[in-house]
């Protein structure tokens, strides 16, 4: 190529990328914004991202501060042999990326959903004993979740939530949350999949599976 994009995040030294994750998503989103700076229809968008741009740092050592929680969580879940995680919108990477990182690092079977999927096959494995990661953030999908989230608890799903922080209602649906800040909807995904990444990483130490070197995989990969 003769264009690039760095990232400039430093080396990733473990096999299974985190912070090069969540660098790449907000270098789209910075390119994003050099696209439309000339489009004054999209000025107070492009702002909004901005301030929310400007926040993270802040808003990302208030996830980390959650480590405890993740790791209590990881205590539940170790010894299951597959989860789900769910979510939309913006927050549907977050799900495919957490679901990659637990096969990765735990070797346990996950998978990542779109919550509007759910009556196409998903809800069938959906009992008390089937754990479920629902992402559900104050976004413009967020009423549509919820329908998804009560589907599963009608089904006597016990699912784990991942939410922001003091939406009490979204909350009333179970006891396990982790609750991440509030930012603009398409940063939200930066916030929500850091628990997926400490989950697991927690998982992985408690199995005693190798965090920096999963097996079967390699940094880089020659395929045809």
Known sequence: SHCGIHINAGPEIGVASTKAY????????????????????????????????????????????????????????????????????????TCLEGALKIKELTYMHSEGLLAGELKHGPLALVDSSMPVIMVLTRDSVHTKCMNALQQVTARDGRPILICEIGDTETMKFSSRCIQVPHTVDCLQGILTVIPMQLLSYHIAVLKGCNVDCPRNLAKSVTVE
């Open 22 to 93: 969540t660098s790449q998503v907000i270098s789209l989103v910075m390119f994003g914004l050099i696209m439309c700076e000339d489009s004054i229809a999209k000025q107070e968008r492009r702002s909004e991202i901005i301030r929310g741009l400007k926040r993270l740092p802040d808003d990302i050592r208030t996830v980390l501060a959650k480590d405890n929680d993740c790791h209590n969580l990881a205590k539940e879940l170790y010894e299951k042999k597959s989860l789900l995680v769910m979510g939309r919108g913006f927050n549907y990477a």
